[in-house]
């Protein structure tokens, strides 16, 4: 007996009220839960879920008229669409051999213009006998060659000279341009050198002198044009004038020029009378860019090989660079052009743009419209006698799945859930029996399957183990679609998986077999659908759609339930997690805290209410401020909020009150915990004592101000009577208070050297003590380094004449820096008085090259002496440090000199390293910003 379907006549009002307002909110777009229905009505709707549904299958119908209909629509329609195609396609070819062609003749044209440009040139030495280099300069320039000319590289004269003649030519072109030469510079029968190119930018200064008689593929042109007396054009060359990184393939086109007076007609009396050649040299890419760069929506793409094949190594120019992605071009052609004696071939290839102005595109539209008449015109007859029976069946399908839908949003027990699925699938299907397999997860994170049967008992399956990924189920297990066969067995796929030839024995009668994967919203496999029936052909592609939705119905509400059964899990894992961490953070010695993503602090451990005497009222949301020092409140707060904005981990030291009274230093440091999207959860930190080291590093301070102020009192009080022997000693050795005997000079000078020596060593501990101390200040002007550097070598060149060194400089253009030019000059000169204190012999290089990237600029002072040893390097800046420290060094010296350029350096912003190898030499380069700025430091980091 058949339970009635909800909506019929035998519905009850209240489940008809309750069907509308579902069918209501289904077009609204929104879900509905059975939560907010009728208990009664919820029972109802699972019970009649099992009902059967009525299936109705198409009336037949004779299609002769609406087929006849069609197929004189659609041969009306092709027959349409091939005469408009078939027009277009002559047009489109005709169209591209015109842009081929006038491609063509624009390079031929273009080439002609300049050989005339080439004829007029040769004209001028023709009528002149021999032109000079400022008339030949004049004579271009008037050309205009980058205006009228575009794409041409220059216009040149390369003479032919004798081997004898070639020092007299060499020596008279040296009266104009002193470095000129003839290279390559090996010996040969007869050379050929470029006197003249114009215009002389910094491309064509550098193949003057070049003779390109000595490379073959030139050679070839030009022999060919002085036997022909025509201009003669060459193959592939890279040109000298390829002076950069990025370069062009090139060509030259040559024009012989005879003797004056002569008009040779055969070949050995051109041979006989050749002055020389006036040539053009050529870069393929700026002149075929000269000749179709002007086009703003290029049709068709090509490329020019040198030679009769289209070789890639012969390559002079591509319009544009192959993409890999796009699509085959339409139309392709190879031509051939004689450019004065040389075949070039040139590649065509539409592109893209070229389709838009084809016609094609309407055939399309023609062929869409006349089948859309076609079909709708069948489709009209064939749908009056389908519609009525389609909407039966469709509101019966839909009615079910409604049913379906609201029991599995209602249902968060899986196994429950995964049972009205597999039920409702085998009767939307009509199939004999159907099954749910379905993966779970256990507590080990292992995976074991389960499933749901329907239309026969368990028992018909408890005998034979679960499904394998066979080549049959495998499909359905990786979620890779729906599998429907209308026979099983006939399958090449089926009982090709051992230790079964086909179906196991007693397995239920299968032929037609239908499956469908259920798949979460994140692609995971949740299991499949299968459905079976001993007849075959009973599934169709309606039936896929169904069971499709069914699964998707599934796969959410499973999702949900699973979704449920984690958000359970993990709630018991964090607050597992929330108690381990607070028993950690009770152990731990510093004072833990915690925050919300907006800053506020809502957990702190014991240590902190002991550590400051507050309440957990006095503390959470304030953060604690009233602890902290009022001098140190802002701050903390300034960096706290400054955290919170960015996400950045949060530093700062303050000052917390104790409740023993007075105040502790603690290091405060915070770090936000972040979800897989970047957002912040949660903020973690920690207050450290540090009070003892803050009073130590103040102890410190004050040690070091107090031996400042020390060594700078002491250095003033021996300065004064250290002035007065030096000043004395100096009257004793001029002999102002009378002449010395010579046992008495030796001494004088040994005190008024050591005086001097002295004086040094104390003006050196007062730098230092002033750098120490901070109050050594800096004099900012503009400076320009290398006259700085020659006026210090210049000051010390009676020290580098002593020994017979050389000072050589190698230095780039520099701009100027802003730095204080005093300090500069007592870092030089220690750097280069130590060069040459440690050099016997050689010389001493002054290097400096700009470092954009640094933003500065560096300088190297290397010497070829002695060199530093390996061990010695680490503390060779040091104070009061020598390589050699013995009593009997060879060496003097204060051992303060490297140590203040180091300490002056670091002052001007700079760093200072040094390199070196024993008995090689040493090398000390600095470093100097553009610009000097003045450190911003917070003793307190904030």
Known sequence: MRRPAVGRGTASPLQRLALLLFRTRIMMGGPLSIKNLNPLYKVNLKNQLYGDLKSKELPSDRAFLPGCVLFISLALTGLATWYVFSLAETKDRERFQNIVQRSQNAIAVRIDTYISSLRGTAALFTATGRTDRETFHSYISRLELQSHYPGIQGIGFTKRVPPDQVEKTVAEIRQEIPSFKIWPESPRDEYHTILYLEPQDRRNRAALGYDMFTEPVRRAAMERARDTGLAATSGKVTLVQEIDSEKQAGFLIYLPIYEPGAAPETINQRRAALNGFVYSPFRAGDLLVGIFGGETRPRVDFEVFDGPEPRPENRLYRSREADPDERRPRYSTTTRLNVWGQTWTLLFTTRPAFDLGSNRGVALPIFIVGSIV?????????????????????????????????????????????????????????????????????????????????????????????????????????????????????????????????????????????????????????????????????????????????????????????????????????????????????????????????????????????????????????????????????????????????????????RLQSPFGGYRWYL???????????????????????????????????????????????????????????????????????????????????????????????????????????????????????????????????????????????????????????????????????????????????????????????????????????????????????????????????????????????????????????????????????????????????
């Open 668 to 942: 405060s440091r915070g770090l936000p915990l972040k979800d897989a999207s970047g957002r912040i959860i949660r903020w973690f930190g920690t207050c450290t004592d540090i009070d003892d080291r803050k009073r130590a590093e103040a102890e410190a301070r004050e040690a070091s101000r107090v031996k400042s102020e020390f060594v700078s009192n002491v250095s003033h009080e021996l300065r004064t009577p250290l002035n007065a022997i030096i000043g004395y000693s100096s009257l004793l050795r001029d002999e102002t208070f009378g002449a010395l005997i010579d046992d008495q000079k030796q001494p004088v000078e040994g005190v008024l050297k050591n005086g001097k020596e002295l004086l040094n060593l104390i003006n050196n501990l007062l730098d230092l003590s002033k750098i120490e101390s901070g109050k050594m200040p800096v004099d900012l002007e503009k400076i320009d380094l290398v006259p700085l550097l020659e006026e210090i070598v210049s000051g010390m060149q009676p020290l580098i004449d002593e020994k017979s060194l050389s000072v050589v400089y190698r230095m780039t253009p520099l701009p100027e820096i802003e730095s204080d030019p005093n300090k500069l000059k007592q870092i030089f000169v220690n750097l280069i008085s130590n060069a040459i204190k440690f050099t016997e012999k050689g010389e001493i290089i002054l290097l400096a090259t700009e470092k954009p990237e640094e933003e500065g600029i560096e300088i190297a002072v290397q010497d070829t002496g002695i060199g530093i040893p390996p061990d010695e390097l680490a503390r060779i800046f040091d104070a009061f440090h020598q390589a050699d420290a013995t009593s009997t060094r060879k060496f003097g010296g204060t051992g303060l000199g490297l140590a203040i350029v180091k300490e002056l350096t670091g002052l001007l912003n700079g760093r200072i390293g040094v390199e070196s190898e024993l008995d090689k030499g040493a090398t000390f380069t600095l470093f100097l910003p553009y610009r000097w700025k003045e450190d911003d430091k917070d003793p307190q980091k904030g």
């Open 374 to 654: 076609s079909f709708t015109l069948f489709g009209i007859t064939r749908s009056q006698v389908k519609a009525r029976a389609a909407a039966d069946r469709n509101a019966a399908e839909l009615e079910t799945l409604n049913r379906v839908a609201i029991s599995l949003s209602a249902e968060t027990d899986l196994q429950k859930l995964v049972q009205i699925v597999t039920d409702a699938g085998t009767k939307l299907s009509g199939a004999a029996f159907g099954a749910f397999f379905y993966n779970l997860i256990d507590v080990k994170g292992e995976t074991y399957t389960l499933y749901t049967l329907s239309g026969v008992p368990r028992e018909a399956f408890a005998k034979f183990p679960m499904p394998r990924n066979t080549a049959v189920f495998g499909p359905t297990f990786r979620g890779e679609g729906v599998v429907r066969l209308d026979d099983v067995t006939k399958d090449p796929r089926y009982g090709k998986n051992a230790p079964y030839a086909g179906m196991p024995e007693g397995h239920l009668p299968v032929k037609s077999y239908l499956a469908v994967p259920v798949l979460s919203r994140s692609g995971t496999v949740l299991g499949g659908l299968f459905f079976g029936h001993s007849a075959p052909g009973r599934f169709t592609e309606r039936h896929e759609r169904l069971l499709l939705s069914i699964a998707s119905h599934a796969a959410i509400a499973i999702d949900k339930a699973r979704l449920i059964e984690t958000a359970e899990q993990e709630q018991k894992k964090a607050e597992e997690s929330e108690r381990q961490y607070r028993l950690l953070a009770e152990v731990m010695p510093q004072l833990v805290w915690t925050s919300t993503p907006e800053g506020r602090v809502d957990w702190c451990n014991q240590r902190w209410y002991e550590a400051t005497g507050l309440t957990a009222e006095e503390t959470l949301g304030s953060g604690g401020l009233k602890a902290i020092h009022p001098d140190d409140r802002q701050r903390t707060r300034d960096r706290w909020r400054a955290a919170i904005l960015t996400g950045t981990p949060h530093e700062v030291e303050f």
